[in-house]
Nanobody
Framework: QVQLVESGGGLVQAGGSLRLSCSASERFYSIISMGWYRQVPGKQRELVATFTSTGTTVYVDSVKGRFGISRDNAKNTVYLQMTSLKPEDTAVYYC???????????????WGPGTQVTVSS
């Protein structure tokens, strides 16, 4: 199984910035989509930003203009640059990849263990 590991979370004051990184332990044969989700207690996990199957990017309305997703295929890494952070952004952030590990496997959903982001007012 492919392992995903996030890093870069932590404590930050409102208006500050953080950059999250997600690295895969192995290469994928193909990737359908890759991006970031977040979750707070009592609420469903929601999509924050993602690369779609066509290579375009999609953002939830609340982060447009503040967050940017990028990737480095050579390093098997995807990033989430977060600026102008607000207390409402406080959540556990999860990396997600939907793809095929090998030519012979079907598409599966892979998740990282999550990294905590806390924004103080």
């Amino acid at each position: 199984q492919v392992q995903l590991v996030e890093s870069g979370g932590g404590l930050v004051q409102a208006g500050g910035s953080l950059r999250l990184s997600c690295s895969a332990s192995e290469r994928f044969y193909s990737i359908i989509s890759m991006g970031w989700y977040r979750q707070v207690p009592g609420k469903q996990r929601e999509l924050v930003a993602t690369f779609t199957s066509t290579g375009t990017t999609v953002y939830v309305d609340s982060v447009k203009g503040r967050f940017g997703i990028s990737r480095d295929n050579a390093k098997n890494t995807v990033y989430l640059q977060m600026t102008s952070l607000k207390p409402e952004d406080t959540a556990v952030y999860y990396c997600n990849v939907n793809g095929r590990h090998t030519y012979w496997s079907g598409s599966l959903n892979y998740w990282g263990p999550g990294t905590q982001v806390t924004v103080s007012s």
